[in-house]
C-alpha cells in the first residue's frame, strides 16, 4: 500500500528518490500525447454498450443523460486540470491523484479513499477489458467453427498472456503509439458498428422495434439508475492527474488541449453509436452490441467481413485500455519495489517488475473468467467509482483551491453538481449491485455466456 502524504506535502526534491514517479509516470510528453492517453482512456468499446443503457432510459431522458454526462465531465475535468495546474504555479506539482486530494483536502483518509476507489475502478476495467476481448475472440471462433469445444475461459486466458506480455511495457509515456491507434480503433469500429446497425434496421431482417420500458415503475427506477450508471462508467476515467503527469513541465495549460480533442471524438463516436444501435434493437440491445448484430437464431444482420473487422478492432484497442488503466497499480508497485538508482532496465528492478505485473494481469483474467457480468461490472464501477472520483471530487477541490464566493454563480454550479451526483451515485449503486444480485443467479463459474 501506498504512504500517505508527510508534513512536507510532496517535496519536489523527494521525487528523485521515488520510483513510481520517476520511471512510471516520467514526466516526458506533449499535450496531444495527453489527448491519446484520455481518448483511450475514455473512448473505448464501452460505448458499444450506449444503447443497451438507452433501453433503461428511452429516447428522451436517454439523450438527456449522455448530453449531461458529457457537459459534466468535461466541465469537471477543466476544473481538476485548473486545479494541477494552480498547484504547479505554487511549487507542488502533484503527478497522483491521491497526493492531490489529500494536499488540497488536508486529510490524511482522503489519501486512502482516493487509492481505494482508483484500486477499483482500475481492477474493474481491467477485468472487464480480458472479459471482453476474451468474448470478441469467442465471436470470430464462433463463426468460423460454430461446433467449435473452445469456451469463453479458454479465450480469456489467451487475452490475458498476451496483456502480461504487454504490461511490461515500463511507462505510462511509452504507451503514446499504442493509444495513438487506439484512438483511430475506436473511430474506425464505431463507423463499422454504426453502418451495420443503421443497414440492419433497414433490411428486411430488420428486428421488430419495441423502445416501451420495464412494466412495473420500480423496476423502471432501478433500471434508469443502472444506465445511468452505465454512462457515467463510459464518460469516467478516473485517472486524469497521472495522465497530466505525464507531460513535460510545464503542464500549465496543456491538457485543456487535450481534453478538447478527446471530446471531439466523444462526440463523433458516442452519440452515433448510442442512436443507431437503440433505433435499430430497442429494448432487445445486448450490453455488447455486436451481439445483437449476431443473433443465437437466424442469419446476422451485417455482413461478416464488416462485424469481423469491428471486433478485430474492438479486439486491439481493448489491449491498449487495458494497459492504460494498469498504470496506477503498477506505480504503486514500483513505487515500493524498484530502485530508482538502479536504471529502469537494470535486473534489480526487471525481475520484481516482470513477477508483479504478471501476478497482477493474471488476477484480472482470472477474475474475468470467472465473473462474466460485462453490463452489470460497468454499472457498479460507474457508481461506485467513477461517480465519486469524477463528478464530486473535482468540484470539491476546486471549491477549495480557488475559494469562489458562496454567492457566485461557479460556487452554486458546483454545489448542485456534488449534491445531484452524489444522490446519483448512492442510488446507482443500490441499483446496480441489486442487478449483479438478480444476474448471479444466472450464470455459473467460468461461465462460456456473458450475462446482461
Known amino acids: 500500500m501506498a504512504n500517505p502524504p508527510d508534513g512536507d506535502r510532496f517535496p519536489e526534491a523527494k521525487r528523485g528518490e ?3 514517479a520517476v520511471f512510471v509516470l516520467e514526466s516526458k510528453g506533449e499535450w496531444w500525447h495527453a489527448g491519446y492517453h484520455l ?4 473512448v473505448g468499446p464501452t460505448i458499444l454498450t450506449l444503447p443497451y443503457a438507452f433501453r ?5 431522458l436517454g439523450f438527456f443523460c449522455l448530453t449531461a454526462m458529457g457537459t459534466v465531465t468535461f466541465y469537471s475535468y477543466l476544473l481538476m486540470s485548473k486545479v494541477l495546474d494552480y498547484c504547479e504555479k505554487s511549487g507542488r506539482r502533484h503527478i497522483r491523484f491521491r497526493e492531490l486530494a489529500a494536499d488540497v483536502l488536508g486529510s490524511g483518509w482522503m489519501f486512502y479513499f482516493v487509492i481505494f476507489i482508483q484500486t477499483a475502478i482500475n481492477t474493474g476495467i481491467g477485468i472487464g477489458a480480458i472479459l471482453l476481448a476474451g468474448e470478441c475472440l469467442q465471436i470470430v471462433y464462433s463463426s468460423i467453427s460454430p461446433e467449435g469445444s473452445l469456451k469463453l475461459h479458454h479465450f480469456i486466458g ?4 498476451v496483456m502480461i506480455v504487454l504490461s511490461q511495457l515500463p511507462t505510462f509515456h511509452s504507451l503514446r503509439h499504442i493509444n495513438l491507434a487506439s484512438l483511430f480503433l475506436s473511430i474506425g469500429y464505431t463507423f463499422l458498428v454504426v453502418g451495420a446497425c443503421i443497414g440492419a434496421g433497414l433490411s428486411n431482417n430488420a428486428p421488430q422495434r419495441d423502445y416501451s420500458l420495464e412494466s412495473s415503475e420500480s423496476a423502471r427506477i432501478f433500471s434508469a439508475f443502472t444506465s445511468i450508471s452505465i454512462i457515467a462508467a463510459i464518460f469516467g476515467n478516473g485517472i486524469l492527474p497521472e495522465i497530466q503527469a505525464t507531460l513535460a513541465p510545464p503542464a500549465t495549460g496543456k491538457m485543456v488541449k487535450g481534453l478538447i480533442m478527446c471530446y471531439s471524438v466523444i462526440f463523433v463516436t458516442f452519440y452515433s453509436a448510442a442512436v443507431s444501435g ?8 445486448n450490453s455488447n452490441i455486436l451481439k445483437s448484430l449476431l443473433p443465437d437464431v437466424g442469419p446476422a444482420l451485417a455482413p461478416t467481413w464488416v462485424l469481423g473487422l469491428g471486433v478485430v478492432f474492438v479486439l486491439l484497442q481493448l489491449f491498449a485500455i487495458g494497459l492504460v488503466y494498469s498504470q496506477v497499480a503498477y506505480e504503486i508497485m514500483e513505487q515500493k519495489s524498484a530502485d530508482v538508482k538502479q536504471g529502469i532496465f537494470s535486473m534489480r528492478n526487471l525481475v520484481p517488475r516482470i513477477i508483479l505485473r504478471t501476478f497482477y494481469m493474471i488476477f484480472c483474467g482470472f477474475f474475468a473468467a470467472m465473473l462474466p457480468f460485462f453490463g452489470d461490472i460497468n454499472g457498479v464501477v460507474g457508481a461506485i467509482g467513477f461517480i465519486p472520483l469524477d463528478f464530486v471530487l473535482p468540484m470539491v477541490l476546486y471549491n477549495m483551491t480557488y475559494k469562489p464566493q458562496r454567492s ?14 452524489s444522490m446519483t451515485g448512492i442510488m446507482g449503486s443500490f441499483s446496480s449491485i441489486r442487478k449483479l444480485f ?9 461461465s462460456s455466456d456473458v450475462v446482461d
Do not use: C, P
Not at 433503461?56 to 428522451?60: D, N
Open 438 to 446: 438478480l444476474d448471479a443467479k444466472e450464470f455459473k463459474l467460468f
Open 39 to 42: 481518448t483511450t482512456a475514455i
Open 278 to 285: 437503440y433505433w435499430t434493437f430497442g429494448n432487445k440491445a
Open 18 to 20: 521515488d520510483a513510481g
Open 56 to 60: 433503461g432510459l428511452g429516447w428522451g
Open 158 to 161: 489467451m487475452v490475458t498472456v
Open 408 to 421: 457566485s454563480f461557479t460556487y452554486w454550479v458546483n454545489t448542485s453538481i456534488i449534491v445531484v451526483f
